[in-house]
T-cell receptor
């Protein structure tokens, strides 16, 4: 497609449940980023992929968070044993360059943990 | 964001007026700055960017000013329209880091 596609758009999870969030970047884009956006806040970096390599995962808040991009295209962000503080919008962005230039963001997945 | 912040969380202007949104940053190692617009239920949308070797850049109805001496960034929107109503974020790229650091955001409301 023409843009970055994320699914599902909305996810409600019971505390303790595992969730998987999907990102389809723009075809051919080398770089892929995940950000977490709490209500009323700016996005905060979670992790960065260059093709299939996860080059930076310094923003992942705990070992319950895991991201992968096995074939260098689609990426999945997995959160195990969700907690209420995980409630946020999870944004995916992709770029044709190696770096922070020319990002295109998806519309995000709004995760609510109840 | 750890090092990027905004002076005003909300701003209301009359349609047709100009608006200025401000941003302060603290990391002198930042080499690239971007303004994003985010509408409700959507991801951030690129508006304009500027590199640290510039102090001004203009786009269509938007101008970004960078003052490295006081670590200040601003976004000027000319002749505001109802469609400009959104939350605006500044973001900075820190040299060597593969991430953007975002500010908290300013909500701009255009009054008819």
């Amino acid at each position: 497609g023409a843009g970055v596609s994320q699914s599902p758009r909305y996810k409600v999870a019971k505390r303790g449940q595992d969730v998987a969030l999907r990102c389809d970047p723009i075809s051919g884009h080398v770089s892929l980023f995940w950000y977490q956006q709490a209500l009323g806040q700016g996005p905060e970096f979670l992790t960065y992929f260059q093709n299939e390599a996860q080059l930076d995962k310094s923003g992942l808040p705990s070992d319950r968070f895991f991201a992968e991009r096995p074939e260098g295209s689609v990426s999945t962000l997995k959160i195990q044993r969700t907690q209420q503080e995980d409630s946020a919008v999870y944004l995916c962005a992709s770029s044709s360059t190696r770096g922070n230039y020319g990002y295109t963001f998806g519309s995000g997945t709004r995760l609510t943990v109840v | 964001g750890e090092s990027v912040g905004l002076h005003l969380p909300t701003l209301s202007v009359q349609e047709g007026d100009n608006s200025i949104i401000n941003c302060a940053y603290s990391n002198s190692a930042s080499d690239y700055f971007i303004w994003y617009k985010q509408e409700s239920g959507k991801g951030p949308q690129f508006i304009i960017d500027i590199r640290s070797n510039m102090d001004k850049r203009q786009g269509q109805r938007v101008t970004v000013l960078l003052n490295k001496t006081v670590k200040h960034l601003s976004l000027q929107i000319a002749a505001t329209q109802p469609g400009d109503s959104a939350v605006y974020f500044c973001a900075e790229n820190i040299i060597g880091a593969q991430k953007l650091v975002f500010g908290q955001g300013t909500r701009l409301t255009i009054n008819p």
